[in-house]
C-alpha cells in the first residue's frame, strides 16, 4: 500500500462479563483520509472510539500511530498523542464565550487570531469570539467544538455522529469543514448511522457486526445496498404473518401537525387500538420527541391530537397521564424509576389515583395490581419490598414496562426504548407485556433504534429521519434493507 | 501559562449589562422622589450608600462567587459576625492582628466547608446552614452572647472620615477589593474556570478544569471576604454584634440576583454584585431619606427578594429561553435566504 | 459468576452495609454514649420536673417539624421562615379570639396554611429557590406583621373567650404535649398511607421522574408547604395562649431547632425518605441537649455550636448513605 498509515489498530478486543464488544478487530486509518465506521448499536464501532480517545482500555491488542505503539491512558493523555474525540453529547459550557471554550483545560498557548482563523476556516466568520456559546444554534455548537479538537492541533480527529441532531445547512457546514481537515492531511475518523452522508463524505468505510469487523471497502465500490447488506450479514429470524388483534373497543389516536421546535417540524400520524406502531429511526430522527410530546413533557410543543375525538391538551404531564396517555422514558435510571423505593412503590408510582380511595392508599387494592403485574413480569413475589435500584438493568427495565400496561383507564401506551440494555430472554417477556396490553385495546406506539427489535415487535413500522416521517409499511410489506434504508438516509436528504 | 494564553477583559460577555442600568436608574430616583413627599437627597445619601456597599456589599461579594460556581453560601451571614467579633476581641492594641485573625480563622473555616462540599458532592445549601448555626454559635460563645464594644474608637473615625464629599478610606477598602476580584477574575484563567464550573461541571472536568479546588478556594474566599464586610463594619461602629440576624443574607442575594448572577451558576461577576448591592444600598438610602417607617424598609426588601427569585427560576428562564429560540429561528432562517441570494450573485 | 458480582454494588457486599451506613451507626452509638453519659453526670437531669420540661419544649418545635418534615421529604430543602409563621399565628390568634375560641382557631389555621402554602405554590409552579422564598417570605412576614400591630404585643381581646387550657396542664401533662403526640400520630399516618404521602415520597426521591410518572408537582409541594403551614399554625396558637399575648420575638429559634429535628431524626436531607414519627424523636434529642447544656450552665450560643455541629455532621452522613451521593 502506497499510502502511509496515521493510525493502526490491531487484533483490539474488549469483553465486559461474557459479553465481547470488540472482538479482535483490525482497522487502519490513512493520512488526509475520512474513514466511516458503521453498523448497528452495539455493533462494536463506539467500543473502538472509547479504546482510541483513552476512555476505555482495551484487554488485548495494539494501536499504533504513526508507526509508534501507544495506549491512551486517559482523554487527556490521547489529546497529547494528537487524538481529538468530538463527542455526541456536546461538552462545551454554555455560559462561556466561544473563546472560553476553545481555551477550557487547554495547556497550548494560542493567540485570540489564531483561534478566529481556526473558525473562519470552519465556516464560521460570523461568530464572534465573545458570543456565548450557549446562544449558538446547536450545529455551530458543534463546529465550535471540532474547533476545539483542532486547536489542540490534532491529528486524528473522530467525530461520533457529528450531524445526528444537525439540520441540513448545518450538515453541509461540517462537511465542507471535514473535507478541509482532510485536505490538510489530517485524519477523520466518521461514525454515523447515515449511509448517505458516508457515501457523499467518506473515501473509505470499515463496518462492524457483534463485535467484530466486517470488512473494510473503498466507498467508491460501494453502493447504499452493499452496505446495508454487510451491515446486516444474515437476515434474522423474524416473526413472520402478524397475527391480528381484534380488540372489542379499541381505541384510536389522531396526531395531526404535532411541531416540536426545533427537532421536529410536523408529524402526522393515525394508530388504532391493538395494533403495535413502531417508530423506527436513528439517534436524533425525532421519534423520541414526539412521544414525549404526547406525553406532555415537551412544554412548547403545538398541534392537534385527538384520543377518540377528545382534544389532547398538549404540554402537561398531569393532563396527558389524566387523558389516558402512559409514556415509559428511555433513561430508566435518571426519569424512569425511583431507585431508592420498592417494587411496589414503582409500579403503583403511575396509578395511585387507581388504588386509593377517599385519598388514601387501599393495601387491597394495590395488593392486587401489584400481584397481577408481578405475576405478568415474572419477577419473585419475595422481592417486592426490595428497592429497584439494586435490580439487574432487565428487571428494572421489566418494572418501568410493566408500570404502564393493565391500567384500565389507559388508552395510548407510549415506549421509548422498551428494551434498552436488556438481553434477550428479558427483551422477549418485555415484547410480550407490550403484545398484552395491546390486546387490550390500547394504542402502542413505541421507538426503538434497533432494528431486530422493531420487526420483533411491530405491527406497523414508521421511519423517521432528521425529524420527518419517511415511511410506514406493515410488517408484511416491510424488508430490513428498506426500513434501514429509510431510517439511515430519507428521502429529503442532501445531495452533494 | 504565557501572556497569550490569558484573555483579554471581555467583560460584555461575562456580565450581563443591565445591573448598571438598574443602579443608574435608582441613583436617579434617589434624586427624584423624595422631592415628592418634601424631602431631598443630597450628597450625603449617596456616600451613605456607599459606605453600606463597602461592608454589606462585601459578604453579597462572597456569595456572589459561591453563585458563581453553582454552589450557595448560606453561612455568610454567620462567618460575616465571627469576623467581626474575632477582630473585635483580638485587634484592641493593633487593629491589623484583628483584622488578620478575623480574616483568617473564616477562610479556614469556608475552606472545610468547600472540602467536604467539592469531595462529597453535598447540596451546598444543607451543608452551610449547619456552617451557619456554628460560625453564629461560635460568634456568641466568643462575644458572650452579646454585643461587644471596640474600645478602639480611632480607627472608626479614620474609616468613615469623609474625603471628596463621597467617599472614605472605607469606601476605598471596598472599592479596591471588588476592583481585585474583578481583575482575578477576568485578567487570570480563574474567572474561566470559575464559571465554567458553575456554568457545566462535567464538561468543565473533563476539559481539565481543578473543578473541586474551584469549589473549595471558592467558599475560602466568600468566608474571607463575609468577614472583611463583618470586620469593617464593627470597627466603625466600634461594635461587634453576636447575632447580625438574617438581614446580611437577604441583603447579599438580592444584590446577587439584582447584579446579574444565577442561582444555576455560570454567570455574573464582581461588577454586577457592585451594582446590585449599590442599587439596594441606595434603595434602603431613599426609604430612609422619605423617613418612611421601618416597616416599610423590610416590605419591599422582602418583596423585592421574592420577585428576583422568581425571575430567576427554571420556569421564568425556560419561558424567556423559548422565547428567544422562536426569534433565533426566525432569524436564521432569513440569514440563510440571504447568504443563499449573495453566494448566487 | 464473576459477572453476577460486578452488577451488584459495592454497598452490598461489605456484610450487608455500606461504609457510610457503618460510619452512621458508629456516630450514633457514639452521640448516645456520650448523651447518656452527660444525663448521668447532670444533676437534677433525672427528675420528673426537667422530663416535663424536655417535653413540653419538644412539643413546640416538634409540632412544626412536623410541618418541617413534609417539605424536607418532597425534596424542597427546608423553609427558613416557619418559625415567624408561628410568631404572625401567635399574633393573628390573639386578634382572632374576638370571633370566638373555635373561629380564632379556625382563622389561625387557615391564615397558617395559606401564608406557607403561597410560597409553596411558587417553589412548585416555577421551581425557584425555597430557600430563598421561604426567607424572603419571612422578611415579608415580619415587616406585615410590625406595620399591622404597631410592633407592639397584642393582647386578647377583653371580654374573649377563654383559653386558658390550651396552655395549662391536663392530668398533669402540659396541653401542647397532648397536641403534639395527636400532630405527629397524624402526620404520621397522613404521610404514610395516602396518595398525597405516597406522591411525595416519589417526588422527593426523582422530581423527574416524579413528571414524567404523570405526578401533580405543583399540587404536592404546595401541599407540602401547606402542611407546614397549618403545623406552625398550631404552634402559634400553643405559643400565643401560653404567653396570653403574641409578640414577634416569639419566632426565636423555632425555626432552626425545627429543621435540625428533622434532621437530627434521620429524615434525607435530599428528600425522598424519612418519616414523622423519627422527626419526633429527633425533636426529644434536641430538646433533651439543649436541656443538658441548660442544666450545664452553657449559654445559648453553645447550644447553638453544638446544634450546628449536630446538624453539619448528620447532613454528611446523610449523603454518605445516599445512592445518589455519586451522581452529579
Redesign the interface.
Known amino acids: 500500500m502506497s499510502e502511509t498509515l496515521r493510525l493502526e489498530t490491531q487484533g483490539i478486543t474488549k469483553t465486559y462479563g461474557h459479553l465481547h464488544a470488540l472482538n479482535d478487530a483490525s482497522f487502519d486509518l490513512r493520512v488526509g483520509e475520512v474513514h466511516a465506521l458503521l453498523g448497528h448499536n452495539g455493533a462494536g464501532k463506539s467500543t473502538l472510539v472509547k479504546i482510541l480517545s483513552g476512555v476505555v482500555h482495551p484487554d488485548a491488542g495494539s494501536v499504533r500511530i504513526d508507526g509508534e505503539e501507544v495506549s491512551p491512558r486517559n482523554p487527556r493523555h490521547a489529546q497529547d498523542l494528537g487524538v481529538a474525540l468530538v463527542d455526541q453529547e456536546l461538552s462545551l459550557v454554555p455560559v462561556l464565550t466561544v473563546e472560553e471554550n476553545l481555551r477550557l483545560g487547554s495547556r497550548r498557548a494560542v493567540s485570540s487570531a489564531d483561534l478566529r482563523t481556526l473558525l473562519d476556516t470552519l465556516g464560521l466568520e460570523h461568530v464572534k469570539l465573545t458570543t456565548l456559546t450557549g446562544s449558538l444554534p446547536i450545529g455551530e455548537q458543534q463546529l465550535v467544538e471540532i474547533a476545539r479538537a483542532l486547536s489542540r492541533d490534532a491529528k486524528i480527529i473522530i467525530l461520533d455522529e457529528p450531524t445526528a441532531t444537525l439540520s441540513e445547512p448545518e450538515i453541509e457546514r461540517v462537511f465542507a469543514a471535514v473535507r478541509r481537515l482532510a485536505a490538510q492531511g489530517k485524519s477523520v475518523i466518521y461514525v454515523s448511522h447515515r449511509l448517505g452522508e458516508v457515501l457523499t463524505l467518506c473515501q473509505r468505510a470499515t463496518v462492524f457486526r457483534d463485535g467484530k469487523v466486517v470488512g473494510t471497502k473503498n466507498v467508491a465500490d460501494l453502493d447504499r445496498a452493499g452496505i446495508v447488506e454487510m451491515m446486516l450479514g444474515h437476515l434474522p429470524e423474524f416473526r413472520t404473518g402478524s397475527e391480528v388483534r381484534t380488540p372489542e373497543t379499541p381505541q384510536h389516536i389522531s396526531i395531526r401537525g404535532l411541531a416540536i421546535p426545533p427537532r421536529v417540524p410536523t408529524f402526522d400520524l393515525e394508530v388504532r387500538g391493538g395494533v403495535i406502531v413502531g417508530l423506527a429511526g436513528q439517534v436524533g430522527c425525532g421519534a423520541s420527541e414526539v412521544l414525549r410530546a404526547l406525553a406532555g413533557l415537551v412544554p412548547n410543543s403545538r398541534g392537534d391530537v385527538e384520543l377518540g375525538g377528545v382534544k389532547l391538551s398538549l404540554g402537561s404531564a398531569v393532563k396527558s397521564r389524566a387523558a389516558g396517555v402512559f409514556f415509559s422514558p428511555s433513561d430508566r435510571k435518571e426519569e424512569g424509576l425511583f431507585l431508592t423505593h420498592s417494587i411496589v412503590d414503582n409500579l403503583v408510582a403511575t396509578r395511585l389515583p387507581r388504588v386509593s380511595r377517599g385519598g388514601f392508599i387501599q393495601k387491597s387494592m394495590q395488593e392486587a395490581v401489584v400481584s397481577k403485574l408481578l405475576g405478568l413480569t415474572g419477577i419473585a413475589r419475595e422481592r417486592r419490598e426490595l428497592d429497584v435500584g439494586v435490580l439487574s438493568g432487565g428487571n428494572q427495565q421489566k418494572v418501568l414496562v410493566a408500570r404502564g400496561i393493565d391500567q384500565t383507564d389507559s388508552k395510548v401506551l407510549l415506549f421509548d426504548e422498551p428494551a434498552r440494555g436488556v438481553d434477550v430472554g428479558g427483551r422477549a417477556d418485555i415484547h410480550d407485556l407490550i403484545r398484552g396490553a395491546a390486546e387490550q385495546g390500547n394504542v402502542v406506539i413505541f421507538h426503538s433504534t434497533d432494528l431486530d427489535e422493531v420487526f420483533d415487535l411491530a405491527d406497523v413500522i414508521v421511519t423517521m429521519f432528521a425529524g420527518r416521517l419517511v415511511s410506514v409499511r406493515t410488517r408484511a410489506e416491510a424488508t430490513p434493507a428498506g426500513v434501514l434504508t429509510d431510517m439511515t438516509h430519507g428521502e429529503g436528504e442532501v445531495s452533494a | 501559562m504565557s501572556a497569550q494564553a490569558r484573555m483579554k477583559p471581555r467583560f460584555s460577555a461575562n456580565e450581563q449589562k443591565w445591573p448598571i442600568f438598574l443602579m443608574i436608574g435608582l441613583v436617579i430616583l434617589t434624586f427624584a422622589i423624595p422631592p415628592l413627599f418634601h424631602h431631598s437627597s443630597s450628597a450625603f445619601t449617596i456616600y451613605n450608600a456607599l459606605q453600606n456597599t463597602a461592608t454589606l456589599g462585601l459578604v453579597a461579594l462572597g456569595l456572589g462567587l459561591t453563585m458563581v460556581v453553582g454552589e450557595f453560601d448560606l453561612s455568610i451571614a454567620g462567618t460575616y459576625a465571627l469576623g467581626g467579633m474575632v477582630a473585635v476581641k483580638l485587634g484592641t492594641g493593633n487593629p491589623l492582628v484583628g483584622i488578620l485573625a478575623g480574616v483568617g480563622v473564616c477562610v479556614v473555616f469556608g475552606l472545610i466547608q468547600g472540602l467536604i462540599i467539592a469531595k462529597l458532592k453535598i447540596n451546598s445549601m444543607a451543608l452551610t446552614l449547619g456552617g451557619y448555626l456554628v460560625a453564629l454559635g461560635l460568634t456568641g460563645t466568643i462575644g458572650d452572647n452579646k454585643s461587644q464594644s471596640f474600645s478602639n474608637y480611632d480607627i472608626g473615625i479614620a474609616l468613615n472620615q469623609p474625603i471628596a464629599t463621597l467617599f472614605s478610606i472605607r469606601i476605598f477598602i471596598g472599592i479596591a477589593v471588588f476592583l481585585a476580584v474583578f481583575l482575578l477574575m477576568n485578567l487570570t484563567n480563574l474567572g474561566r474556570g470559575m464559571r465554567a464550573t458553575g456554568g457545566g461541571r462535567r464538561a468543565s472536568r473533563t476539559a481539565g478544569v481543578r473543578v473541586d479546588a474551584i469549589v473549595i478556594g471558592t467558599f475560602g474566599a466568600s468566608a474571607g471576604l463575609a468577614a472583611l464586610g463583618g470586620i469593617i463594619q464593627a470597627y466603625c461602629t466600634a461594635t461587634a454584634t453576636s447575632n447580625p440576624g438574617l438581614f446580611p443574607l437577604i441583603f447579599a442575594v438580592t444584590a446577587c440576583l439584582l447584579g446579574g448572577v444565577g442561582l444555576a451558576g455560570g454567570r455574573g461577576g464582581a461588577f454586577g454584585i457592585a451594582c446590585g448591592a449599590l442599587t439596594i444600598a441606595l434603595l434602603a438610602e431613599l426609604f430612609s431619606t422619605v423617613a418612611a417607617p421601618q416597616y416599610v424598609s423590610g416590605l419591599f426588601t422582602g418583596l423585592l427578594l421574592i420577585v428576583v427569585t422568581t425571575a430567576a427560576s427554571p420556569y421564568v428562564i425556560r419561558k424567556w429561553r423559548e422565547r428567544r429560540i422562536d426569534k433565533s429561528l426566525k432569524l436564521e432562517n432569513k440569514v440563510l435566504v440571504t447568504s443563499d441570494s449573495s453566494s448566487k450573485s | 459468576m464473576?459477572?453476577v458480582n460486578?452488577?451488584?454494588?459495592s454497598r452490598?457486599s461489605i456484610g450487608g452495609m455500606s461504609t457510610g451506613q457503618k460510619i452512621t451507626i458508629l456516630v450514633t452509638i457514639l452521640f448516645l454514649a456520650i448523651l447518656i453519659f452527660a444525663t448521668f453526670t447532670t444533676t437534677g437531669f433525672y427528675s420528673v420536673q426537667n422530663f416535663k420540661a424536655i417535653i413540653n419544649a419538644a412539643s413546640l418545635v416538634g409540632i412544626i417539624a412536623v410541618g418541617m418534615t413534609y417539605i424536607v421529604i418532597s425534596g424542597n430543602?427546608?423553609s427558613?421562615s416557619v418559625g415567624t409563621t408561628a410568631a404572625v399565628c401567635a399574633l393573628t390568634f390573639m386578634w382572632a379570639l374576638r370571633f370566638g375560641l373555635v373561629g380564632g382557631i379556625v382563622i389561625t389555621i387557615v391564615f397558617g396554611a395559606v401564608v406557607i402554602g403561597l410560597q409553596g405554590l411558587?417553589v412548585g409552579?416555577?421551581?425557584?429557590?425555597p430557600?430563598?422564598?421561604t426567607?424572603?417570605?419571612?422578611?415579608?412576614?415580619?415587616?406585615?406583621a410590625?406595620?399591622i400591630s404597631g410592633?407592639v404585643s397584642v393582647y386578647p381581646p377583653d371580654n374573649g373567650p377563654s383559653f386558658a387550657f390550651l396552655a395549662s396542664p391536663l392530668f398533669g401533662i402540659p396541653f401542647p404535649v397532648y397536641v403534639f403526640v395527636a400532630a405527629v400520630i397524624l402526620g404520621e399516618i397522613f404521610i404514610k398511607?395516602?396518595?398525597?404521602g405516597?406522591?411525595l415520597?416519589?417526588m422527593g426521591?426523582?422530581p423527574?421522574?416524579?413528571?414524567?410518572?404523570?405526578?401533580?408537582i405543583t399540587r404536592l409541594t404546595t401541599g407540602a408547604f401547606v402542611v407546614a403551614g397549618v403545623c406552625a399554625a398550631i404552634a402559634g396558637i400553643l405559643i400565643g395562649a401560653f404567653n396570653q399575648s403574641g409578640t414577634m420575638t416569639a419566632s426565636g429559634t423555632l425555626t432552626?431547632d425545627s429543621?435540625s429535628a428533622v434532621l437530627v431524626g434521620g429524615t434525607a436531607?435530599?428528600g425522598?425518605?424519612g418519616s414523622v414519627v423519627r422527626t419526633a424523636i429527633g425533636a426529644i434529642v434536641i430538646a433533651s441537649i439543649s436541656d443538658l447544656l441548660l442544666l450545664r450552665g452553657y449559654?445559648?450560643?453553645?447550644?447553638?455550636?453544638?446544634?450546628?455541629?449536630i446538624?453539619?455532621?448528620v447532613?454528611?452522613l446523610s449523603?454518605?448513605n445516599s445512592?445518589?451521593?455519586?451522581?452529579?
Open positions: 464473576s459477572t460486578d452488577v451488584i454494588p452490598f430543602l427546608f427558613l411558587l409552579f416555577t421551581g425557584a429557590n430557600i430563598i422564598v426567607i424572603a417570605a419571612g422578611a415579608l412576614q415580619e415587616a406585615v410590625i406595620w410592633g398511607k395516602s396518595r398525597f405516597r406522591g415520597y416519589l426521591e426523582s423527574r421522574a416524579g413528571r414524567t410518572a404523570g405526578l401533580p432552626v429543621i436531607v435530599i425522598g425518605r449559654s445559648t450560643p453553645v447550644q447553638l455550636l453544638v446544634l450546628g455541629v446538624v453539619t455532621v447532613v454528611i449523603y454518605l445512592e445518589r451521593a455519586g451522581r452529579s
